[in-house]
């Protein structure tokens, strides 16, 4: 009944942010080569460069990590994070891994190989890389729905499930997995609905096929799935995600975005051969099978974060107030992907700076607007972190020029979300006067972070 979104919780530590000036704002983005990746994030004033392992823990978490078991191997604290995943996913066999990445490349890297095709809504960048380096091959299949983006179609994230069948019957004997991916980060933040799951499920099942859920986002996927997908009504958000664990092999997870913690990880499985091969690559390269990459304290803060993340009061304030940045901006004519995700608030450079063409990249022009005029650092998610090369060196583009704002959980205020609004005020008056930018220096994958721009 109130329009004021008021945040369900206290601060009780604070950490100062200097203020930069916009000239200062200028030096500092052309020493960092035009990259906010690379800026010192003492001279960011609204960090949103992205959501993963930048939440605040609450005091609950920080009472965990004071006990945490550091032993080696059957640590206390490994037990209650096991317990708390197989719970959660109903998986028997849990691997924990330093962060998601790492997770992925376990898995990914033993199933993958020349030759090998792995499906998905949209992999993210990290995915894509470890499939990738294996010698494997990414493809994506998104909904045809989600290319409308002013439609007011709740579930965007959705796999195509045409497309699904057709790749598997031209292709079966070399996909090594369907990857769901819940929220769809790269595909806008937008939610999968339990229907599309337990569809891309049944095809699977009927194929043969192994079925992970990359569920770093799965308690705000189910937020949308109650509110919006009818039959869910009456089911709580923890109950919601069960349902949709239940229908996969597997399931990834970085812990730093939905278990609220600062590093962190697993992988989980139904299947014991699997588990048992992916453990001797675990024990190899993270550590023994009882902490991973892990200390007993981080594993005792993402025990206690993997139930805090479905709180009713904090799921609604962190959707509604996501929501609000992105119908404020969307209001003040910027194009955004609509409706707005769950953790993140996509701006299409491509719209915005439609003077721009894409192999002048004006997501990466659209970042760097966004440093100078009001120290807000985000993240392109365009050509520069999907675009491919041909044969003859000739940029291939992504299919959308977007730029992520990704709000870390529980830091900021309705205050500084206002000011945000602002700025993109500011950044609209501008657009037609923005220039493109070209890469100077890139490496050959992952090329967005530590990659150097120079503006044209």
């Given at each position: 009944?109130?329009?004021?979104?008021?945040?369900?919780?206290?601060?009780?530590?604070?950490?100062?942010?200097?203020?930069?000036?916009?000239?200062?704002?200028?030096?500092?983005?052309?020493?960092?080569?035009?990259?906010?990746?690379?800026?010192?994030?003492?001279?960011?004033?609204?960090?949103?460069?992205?959501?993963s392992g930048t939440s605040a823990?609450?005091?609950?978490?920080?009472?965990?990590?004071?006990?945490?078991?550091?032993?080696?191997?059957?640590?206390?604290?490994?037990?209650?994070?096991?317990?708390?995943?197989?719970?959660?996913?109903?998986?028997?066999?849990?691997?924990?891994?330093?962060?998601?990445?790492?997770?992925?490349?376990?898995?990914?890297?033993?199933?993958?190989?020349?030759?090998?095709?792995?499906?998905?809504?949209?992999?993210?960048?990290?995915?894509?890389?470890?499939?990738?380096?294996?010698?494997?091959?990414?493809?994506?299949?998104?909904?045809?729905?989600?290319?409308?983006?002013?439609?007011?179609?709740?579930?965007?994230?959705?796999?195509?499930?045409?497309?699904?069948?057709?790749?598997?019957?031209?292709?079966?004997?070399?996909?090594?997995?369907?990857?769901?991916?819940?929220?769809?980060?790269?595909?806008?933040?937008?939610?999968?609905?339990?229907?599309?799951?337990?569809?891309?499920?049944?095809?699977?099942?009927?194929?043969?096929?192994?079925?992970?859920?990359?569920?770093?986002?799965?308690?705000?996927?189910?937020?949308?799935?109650?509110?919006?997908?009818?039959?869910?009504?009456?089911?709580?958000?923890?109950?919601?995600?069960?349902?949709?664990?239940?229908?996969?092999?597997?399931?990834?997870?970085?812990?730093?975005?939905?278990?609220?913690?600062?590093?962190?990880?697993?992988?989980?499985?139904?299947?014991?051969?699997?588990?048992?091969?992916?453990?001797?690559?675990?024990?190899?390269?993270?550590?023994?099978?009882?902490?991973?990459?892990?200390?007993?304290?981080?594993?005792?803060?993402?025990?206690?974060?993997?139930?805090?993340?479905?709180?009713?009061?904090?799921?609604?304030?962190?959707?509604?107030?996501?929501?609000?940045?992105?119908?404020?901006?969307?209001?003040?004519?910027?194009?955004?992907?609509?409706?707005?995700?769950?953790?993140?608030?996509?701006?299409?450079?491509?719209?915005?700076?439609?003077?721009?063409?894409?192999?002048?990249?004006?997501?990466?022009?659209?970042?760097?607007?966004?440093?100078?005029?009001?120290?807000?650092?985000?993240?392109?998610?365009?050509?520069?972190?999907?675009?491919?090369?041909?044969?003859?060196?000739?940029?291939?583009?992504?299919?959308?020029?977007?730029?992520?704002?990704?709000?870390?959980?529980?830091?900021?205020?309705?205050?500084?979300?206002?000011?945000?609004?602002?700025?993109?005020?500011?950044?609209?008056?501008?657009a037609k006067n923005v220039k493109?930018?070209?890469?100077?220096?890139?490496?050959?994958?992952?090329?967005?972070?530590?990659?150097?721009?120079?503006?044209?």
């Open positions: 009944m109130y329009k004021t979104i008021i945040e369900p919780f206290k601060i009780k530590s604070v950490e100062p942010i200097y203020m930069t000036t916009e000239a200062e704002r200028e030096e500092r983005i052309k020493a960092a080569h035009y990259n906010p990746f690379l800026l010192h994030s003492r001279d960011v004033i609204i960090d949103m460069l992205t959501d823990m609450s005091a609950q978490q920080w009472a965990g990590i004071m006990v945490g078991d550091e032993s080696y191997a059957g640590a206390s604290s490994w037990e209650r994070l096991e317990y708390e995943i197989q719970d959660l996913t109903g998986f028997p066999y849990v691997l924990p891994t330093h962060q998601g990445r790492a997770a992925e490349r376990i898995l990914y890297g033993y199933l993958g190989g020349e030759g090998k095709l792995f499906i998905s809504n949209t992999h993210f960048d990290t995915t894509r890389a470890n499939i990738e380096f294996s010698g494997a091959n990414a493809i994506d299949i998104p909904t045809p729905l989600a290319k409308d983006h002013d439609s007011e179609y709740h579930f965007k994230g959705n796999m195509d499930l045409a497309a699904l069948e057709q790749t598997i019957a031209s292709t079966k004997d070399q996909i090594a997995a369907v990857i769901l991916t819940v929220t769809n980060n790269s595909g806008g933040g937008q939610p999968v609905s339990m229907s599309n799951a337990k569809e891309v499920a049944a095809i699977c099942k009927k194929h043969n096929l192994l079925f992970i859920i990359d569920c770093c986002r799965i308690a705000e996927n189910a937020y949308f799935i109650k509110h919006f997908e009818k039959g869910y009504e009456n089911h709580t958000y923890r109950e919601i995600a069960q349902q949709m664990f239940a229908l996969a092999d597997g399931c990834v997870m970085s812990a730093k975005k939905d278990a609220l913690v600062n590093m962190g990880g697993f992988l989980a499985l139904k299947d014991n051969a699997l588990a048992e091969a992916c453990t001797n690559l675990l024990i190899i390269t993270e550590g023994f099978a009882t902490y991973g990459g892990l200390s007993g304290r981080d594993m005792e803060a993402i025990a206690i974060g993997l139930r805090e993340i479905f709180d009713k009061d904090y799921l609604h304030y962190r959707i509604t107030s996501t929501r609000y940045l992105g119908e404020k901006i969307r209001n003040n004519g910027i194009p955004v992907l609509y409706p707005i995700g769950g953790h993140a608030v996509y701006v299409d450079a491509g719209l915005l700076y439609s003077h721009i063409p894409a192999h002048e990249y004006p997501g990466q022009a659209l970042v760097c607007e966004l440093y100078k005029k009001g120290g807000i650092r985000a993240v392109e998610i365009g050509s520069v972190m999907f675009g491919k090369y041909d044969d003859n060196h000739q940029l291939v583009p992504a299919s959308m020029e977007l730029v992520r704002l990704a709000i870390p959980r529980r830091v900021y205020t309705q205050s500084h979300i206002d000011y945000v609004v602002e700025v993109f005020d500011e950044i609209a008056k501008n493109g930018i070209k890469i100077i220096k890139e490496p050959k994958f992952l090329r967005h972070f530590t990659a150097y721009f120079d503006l044209l």
